[in-house]
């Protein structure tokens, strides 16, 4: 019964949602381009990058980020850590609290433990992360982890940027070492796609990738985040004729099509609900699909096929890869079937008759049939997401929980648009 409950709530909330939406959009901080002003630190934040800290540092909307500069962080890469060790390392330099220069100065007691995303993380065995931040003799302020032995080797240089309670960004003068954090990471980066594929029921679609070295082209990606839409050997086979005929070109660019450069856990996919793009998208050539959530289904729609993931095959980041039940066909290489193009476009038809946006309409009620338990345990955003607006508005408004709910809501939206309009 909460269904109706939760509609109307959205109703109401409606030009608040819309106030939300635009100024958290305007509002939001990017790391990655306040650090790209500061070449001093480019290596940090190639690392906040390929570690998907950035995404995480651009959602939350109290941080302070203790940004290394690129000596500093030689000194980290001389340890030859894997990119998931070194996620761990940058994320105890991510304070999930406001610390400008002037409150670093003036602790009460004259020391401090903040928590961090690596606190944040679950990785961090006990309180192993939280920073210690002390006001030591000659006024500097150095930072720990909270197990420190008294010893502190990190001093605070200078601030970067400071946009008052919301982010701060400042300089320290050395990696905050942590044994914790150092340690080698549960999911090592040792990830060989031709290896790890076949085992876990992904084989004709590897044999394809090894191949045509396409393999070679996932394999690189891996690092930085890729994910996989696998093709059932059933449907691969049935596929063979019409992948013989590709030339040899075109089969690379089919198979190319199958890989994210970026990892998208299960969750991530049905938020990004949209266009997204392939390894195969290179200049002109956009080889996008749609990715579409329909209560706990999830389609990759190409305006060719419309396939279902129809399981995880593997999902140990950077690496995930979900089990399609059709070959992905690019409409570059194969004809688009006419009607896929504008599907998406909500039904028209009733808009135009709506005056207020009051009550849910029976017809806006209905898809969203099967998705109570997403409703209970995962209101969109809450963890990995890198979709901003949405995330940022997750604790203002847990009404509109789910997928099916934005759908209505995104309608609604349209619909009001309408009135404002007329
Ligand atoms: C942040 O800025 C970088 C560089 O300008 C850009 O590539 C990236 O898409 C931006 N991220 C967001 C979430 O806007
Ligand atoms: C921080 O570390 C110092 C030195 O080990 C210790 O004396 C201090 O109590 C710690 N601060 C907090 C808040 O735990
Ligand atoms: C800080 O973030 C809040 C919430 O997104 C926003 O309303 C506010 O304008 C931001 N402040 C600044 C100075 O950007
Ligand atoms: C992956 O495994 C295959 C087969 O064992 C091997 O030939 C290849 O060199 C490995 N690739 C990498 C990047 O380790
Ligand atoms: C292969 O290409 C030929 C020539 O374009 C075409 O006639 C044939 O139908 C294609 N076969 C398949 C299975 O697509």
Redesign the pocket.
């Known amino acids: 019964m909460r269904r109706p409950l939760s509609l109307s709530a959205a109703v109401l909330a409606l030009p608040f949602f819309l106030l939300l939406l635009f100024s958290s959009t305007a509002e939001a901080h ?1 790391i ?2 306040i650090l ?1 002003k500061h070449p001093e630190f480019s290596t940090f934040n190639h690392y906040l990058t390929i570690t998907h800290l950035a995404g995480e540092i ?1 959602r939350r909307l109290t941080i302070t980020v203790l940004a290394l500069d690129n000596s500093a962080m030689s000194a980290l890469l001389d340890k030859h850590f894997t990119v998931g060790t070194i996620k761990n390392v940058l994320s105890l330099h991510v304070l999930v609290d406001y610390y400008g220069a002037k409150k670093l100065h003036q602790l009460s007691k004259g020391s401090t433990l903040s928590s961090t995303l690596f606190q944040a993380s679950g990785s961090a065995f006990g309180t192993s992360g939280y920073v210690n931040i002390t006001n030591v003799k000659g006024g500097k302020v150095g930072f720990a982890s909270e197990d420190n032995a008294g010893e502190f080797n990190s001093f605070y240089v200078k601030s970067v940027m400071e946009i008052p309670y919301n982010i701060s960004i400042l300089q320290i003068s050395k990696v905050i070492t942590s044994a914790d954090a150092e340690a080698p990471t549960a999911a090592p980066l040792s990830l060989n796609v031709t290896e790890v594929l076949p085992k876990q029921g992904c084989k004709a679609f590897t044999d394809l990738l090894i191949a045509t070295g396409v393999a070679e082209t996932y394999q690189s990606n891996i690092d930085g985040g890729l994910t996989v839409f696998c093709p059932t050997d059933t449907a691969l086979n049935d596929f063979l004729p019409k992948y013989k005929n590709l030339t040899a070109a075109h089969k690379v660019s089919l198979l190319l099509y199958h890989g994210m450069p970026v990892y998208l856990s299960l969750q991530m996919l049905k938020s990004s609900n949209g266009v997204v793009n392939t390894l195969a998208t290179h200049g002109g050539n956009k080889y996008d699909f749609n990715i579409k959530t329909d209560g706990e289904d999830v389609m990759v729609k190409t305006k060719v096929v419309t396939a279902e993931v129809t399981a995880t095959l593997i999902d140990s980041e950077p690496l995930v890869v979900y089990e399609v039940d059709k070959v992905l066909e690019p409409r570059e290489l194969f004809k688009a079937v006419p009607g896929e193009e504008d599907e998406e476009a909500p039904a028209p038809k009733e808009a135009p008759k709506k005056k207020k946006t009051k009550a849910p309409s029976p017809k806006a009620s209905e898809g969203e049939g099967e998705e109570e338990e997403e409703n209970a345990d995962s209101p969109i955003g809450s963890d990995e997401s890198d979709d ?1 607006p949405a995330d940022q508005k997750s604790d203002k408004d847990g009404a509109f929980g789910s997928e099916g709910q934005i759908s209505i809501v995104v309608m609604m939206l349209s619909l009001w648009f309408g009135v404002l309009l007329v």
Do not use: I
Request: glycine letters at 0%; aromatic letters at 0%.
């Open positions: 990017n990655t381009r790209a651009n901003e």
